[in-house]
């Protein structure tokens, strides 16, 4: 039997999509069917092959050298699709991308505008841009490619009918916001939480008066935004910089690792009991979400405490590979910590350490969800507001010169 072509997976990855309910719009899909994926993947398909370049997953093709973390990617083609149906992205769009990566993206950018659009696409990395330049002349895609830094947009470039952030962030420059025309949108991966990064969501917004409006959101998870050194900006904040770690150096072996806004509230001896609470015994419980994604319940918890009783921990495993998935909630009065994290069977479990005092704000606020309609990711309703005026929100945050604010929809019963 004959091997597939490329035209032949791209067709089949097309279906797939469609089946599953990721593409629905025509020029979207056409886009996909055009645009050979491989060319921008050359490096993975000559060690995995042909298909898989045209699995539905995201594919890593750059890390750290020092930490090993991902640095870039090309992003899962479901989620592609779907954002890049969010954008409603017309022909004849001058177009913004934040973060170039491989190109795949800016590539089935430059199809759905056609000869009469513009697609400019800004990249942090030299290499990659290059890289990336280089497999979007062999795609015959045209698109100018820059290297600076993309929260500064491409002013040179502007106005853009629509803007596009490929990587996550936990602010909405206001370089995007001055560099879209009127009523302009703008497709951004959001970090909800600045304690856990991997709760976010992808929002559609419209471009108002003073900020940005919900157009359309959907859960989803990317690598962080890389930006270049600003010389102007504040020294990081104590609340976010305060991290300890027990670690087994025999083995190279992480036992605990604490890191996030509650510790800067705790004095040397308070922190010091509390990574001592966590490597005890504890009280475990499975968390029931109704049928509902754990990120949902995370998500919730994250924002409606204070975040300045909030951690983040790790526990055992290699430096390399430990996955920071466990949401930590301190109570500073009787030194006690709470644990919610991802279960092995895919739900959720809430492991407390000590006093009662987190524990039980933790079930409060889980309550609060289940009252609330088990509200998820895609129940969100997310404005950002530029200047000294706090919005209304269930869920309001400062992010630089802007707020953020969050209200949940009325979820649907489930």
């Given at each position: 039997?004959?091997e597939?072509?490329?035209?032949?997976?791209?067709?089949?990855?097309?279906?797939?999509?469609?089946?599953?309910?990721?593409?629905?719009?025509?020029g979207?899909?056409?886009?996909?069917a055009?645009?050979?994926?491989?060319?921008?993947?050359?490096?993975?398909v000559?060690?995995?092959?042909?298909?898989?370049?045209?699995?539905?997953?995201a594919?890593?093709?750059?890390?750290?050298?020092?930490?090993?973390?991902p640095?870039?990617?090309?992003?899962?083609?479901?989620?592609?699709?779907?954002?890049l149906?969010m954008?409603?992205?017309?022909r004849?769009?001058?177009?913004?991308?934040?973060?170039?990566?491989?190109?795949?993206?800016?590539?089935?950018?430059?199809?759905?505008?056609?000869?009469?659009?513009?697609?400019t696409?800004?990249?942090?990395?030299?290499?990659?841009?290059?890289a990336?330049?280089?497999?979007?002349?062999?795609?015959?895609?045209p698109?100018?490619?820059?290297?600076?830094?993309?929260?500064?947009?491409?002013?040179?470039?502007?106005?853009?009918?629509?803007?596009?952030?490929?990587?996550?962030?936990?602010?909405?420059?206001?370089?995007?916001?001055?560099?879209?025309?009127?009523?302009?949108r703008?497709v951004?991966?959001?970090?909800?939480?600045?304690?856990?990064?991997?709760l976010?969501?992808?929002?559609?917004?419209?471009?108002a008066?003073?900020?940005?409006?919900?157009?359309?959101?959907?859960?989803?998870?990317?690598?962080p935004?890389?930006?270049?050194?600003?010389?102007?900006?504040?020294?990081?904040?104590?609340?976010?910089?305060?991290?300890?770690?027990?670690?087994?150096?025999?083995?190279?072996?992480?036992?605990?690792?604490?890191?996030?806004?509650?510790l800067?509230?705790l004095?040397?001896?308070?922190?010091?009991?509390?990574?001592?609470?966590?490597?005890?015994?504890?009280?475990?419980?499975?968390?029931?979400?109704?049928?509902?994604p754990?990120?949902?319940?995370?998500?919730?918890?994250?924002?409606?405490?204070?975040e300045?009783?909030?951690?983040?921990?790790?526990?055992?495993?290699?430096?390399?590979?430990?996955?920071?998935?466990?949401?930590?909630?301190v109570?500073?009065v009787d030194?006690?910590?709470a644990?919610?994290?991802?279960?092995?069977?895919?739900?959720l479990?809430?492991?407390?350490?000590g006093g009662?005092?987190?524990e039980?704000?933790?079930?409060?606020?889980?309550?609060r969800?289940?009252l609330?309609?088990?509200?998820?990711?895609?129940?969100?309703?997310?404005t950002?507001?530029y200047?000294?005026?706090?919005?209304?929100?269930?869920?309001?945050?400062?992010?630089?010169d802007?707020?953020?604010?969050?209200?949940?929809?009325r979820?649907?019963?489930?």
């Amino acid at each position: 039997m004959a091997e597939p072509t490329s035209a032949d997976l791209r067709r089949d990855l097309v279906g797939h999509l469609r089946e599953a309910g990721y593409l629905r719009d025509e020029g979207v899909a056409e886009a996909f069917a055009t645009v050979p994926r491989e060319i921008f993947l050359a490096h993975h398909v000559e060690r995995h092959g042909l298909a898989d370049a045209y699995r539905d997953d995201a594919i890593v093709t750059r890390r750290d050298p020092v930490t090993g973390a991902p640095t870039s990617s090309s992003s899962q083609p479901a989620i592609m699709a779907q954002m890049l149906e969010m954008l409603g992205v017309r022909r004849g769009d001058r177009v913004l991308e934040v973060g170039t990566g491989t190109g795949y993206n800016a590539a089935l950018l430059a199809a759905l505008v056609g000869d009469e659009g513009r697609v400019t696409s800004v990249e942090l990395d030299a290499d990659t841009a290059v890289a990336a330049r280089r497999a979007l002349v062999t795609a015959g895609a045209p698109v100018r490619v820059e290297v600076g830094d993309g929260a500064a947009g491409a002013p040179e470039a502007a106005p853009f009918d629509v803007a596009m952030a490929t990587a996550s962030t936990d602010r909405v420059p206001r370089p995007w916001f001055d560099q879209l025309r009127p009523g302009g949108r703008l497709v951004v991966p959001l970090r909800l939480s600045r304690v856990v990064p991997g709760l976010q969501a992808v929002v559609a917004f419209r471009k108002a008066r003073n900020g940005f409006d919900q157009v359309a959101v959907i859960g989803g998870g990317f690598i962080p935004l890389r930006e270049a050194p600003r010389v102007d900006a504040p020294p990081a904040s104590p609340a976010r910089s305060v991290a300890l770690e027990v670690a087994d150096a025999r083995r190279d072996r992480l036992l605990v690792e604490v890191a996030g806004p509650a510790l800067a509230g705790l004095d040397r001896r308070a922190r010091q009991r509390l990574v001592v609470t966590s490597l005890g015994f504890g009280r475990s419980r499975a968390v029931p979400v109704g049928g509902a994604p754990g990120v949902a319940l995370l998500a919730y918890v994250a924002l409606a405490l204070p975040e300045e009783r909030l951690v983040e921990v790790s526990r055992a495993g290699s430096r390399s590979t430990t996955a920071r998935e466990a949401l930590g909630v301190v109570d500073a009065v009787d030194g006690s910590l709470a644990l919610l994290a991802r279960a092995p069977d895919g739900g959720l479990r809430l492991d407390a350490y000590g006093g009662p005092g987190a524990e039980r704000a933790v079930l409060a606020a889980i309550e609060r969800w289940r009252l609330a309609g088990r509200p998820r990711i895609a129940d969100a309703s997310i404005t950002v507001r530029y200047g000294p005026v706090r919005p209304h929100g269930w869920y309001s945050a400062r992010r630089g010169d802007h707020w953020i604010a969050l209200d949940w929809q009325r979820a649907p019963d489930r």
